[in-house]
């Protein structure tokens, strides 16, 4: 059976996203600490505290590798939205997680832009994932009724 117009809109977005968090990952990879010389360059105009960089590489290859495994995760959607629709289900509990890491950090420990902007970047793509997967999972369970429907010959 066909894909329903949200089933595609959802691959099309994940292709969107596979394309972004590759980018992303890889000049995280990369080059780790442009994002956060760049976040912190905002704080001339912006008065927010500037991020440290961190001396150690631990983290930004966990933060790359992360995004790497989101990468797959929107790949595999985006291959086959039927089979593996489910995967967002981690994405979005990944994305809720860091986006609340990033408000408690912003609002309790340090108040950084880089903590800012990455709380409501995580928080606009968990809502905008929770929206396309919502809509994706209602139309694959309104398909077997309309599916029944043309099997019997109801308009």
Known sequence: MALTRQLVDLRRYCVFLVG???IGATFYAVQPYFFITALNWTTKVIPLAPHPLLTERFWSIMAAT???MLTACFWYVSRDVERYLDLLKVVL????TTATQFAVFFFVEHRTFAHLIGGLV???LFVSI???YLRARRSLAARPAA????ASGAP
């Open 93 to 96: 509990i990944g994305k809720i």
């Open 130 to 132: 929770g929206i396309f």
């Open 122 to 124: 995580d928080l606009s």
């Open 20 to 22: 972004l968090h590759f």
């Open 147 to 150: 599916q029944a429907a043309s």
């Open 66 to 68: 992360m995004m790497y």
